[in-house]
């Protein structure tokens, strides 16, 4: 059971439960989570800079009820994980996946800060593309706006052009008018 799920992330660690409840994916659900781990908790490692401690992943139907968990939970289908980042707040943390979301391909993130960790899932499919922020405070979800996307690098570049070919114009303008009036004042 020491299968990895991508570098940092094992199945263990993915299908631990703590209700003594037998808790085992198929084969299908195991892909999910390596889905899940490769293309979203490993970003999300590398953007935090810190070790992620699962606190839940892969859940099955019987752990989800005992757990309270949502009836449409995707930890049933091993898309979805709680974690705490280790030596970092549970805001400090969320605020930084918020701020860089449009690097990020999840459908939901969630933030528990009265309990201390955070959810965050992949898209079910590809026709599955809801990306939203929450912060769940006593048990109520509140959406979190996230900001628009960055204008991409060409973009920037060209304004920045435009905007020192502006400058020069102005300058040269300036040596132009100071040029008549240095002629008219002889
Ligand atoms: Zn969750």
């Not at 799920?5 to 199945?11: C, E, G, N, V, Y």
């Not at 899940?36 to 070790?51: D, Q, Y």
């Not at 800060?113 to 939203?132: V, Y």
């Amino acid at each position: 059971m020491n299968t990895r799920l991508s570098p940092h992330f094992t199945l263990a660690e993915m299908i631990k439960t703590s209700t003594g409840l037998p808790n085992n994916p198929g084969a299908q659900q195991i892909a999910e989570l390596g889905r899940l781990a490769t293309t979203l908790l490993e970003p999300v490692r590398a953007l935090l800079g810190v070790r992620m401690h699962v606190n839940s992943g892969y859940r099955s139907p019987a752990v989800n009820d005992a757990v309270q968990g949502s009836r449409t939970s995707q930890h049933m289908a091993g898309q979805a994980c709680d974690f705490v980042p280790v030596g970092m707040s549970v805001m400090g943390a969320f605020e930084r996946l918020v701020a860089n979301h449009h690097r990020l391909p999840f459908r939901q993130l969630i933030v528990y800060p009265d309990r201390g960790f955070i959810h965050i899932s992949i898209a079910r499919n590809a026709a599955d593309e809801k990306h939203e922020a929450l912060v769940n405070i006593g048990g109520n979800y509140q959406p979190y706006p996230l900001p628009d996307a960055p204008p991409p690098p060409a973009a920037q570049a060209k304004s920045s052009g435009s905007a020192w070919w502006k400058w020069g114009l102005g300058i040269a303008g300036a040596f132009g008018l100071g040029a008549l009036i240095w002629r008219a004042a002889r």
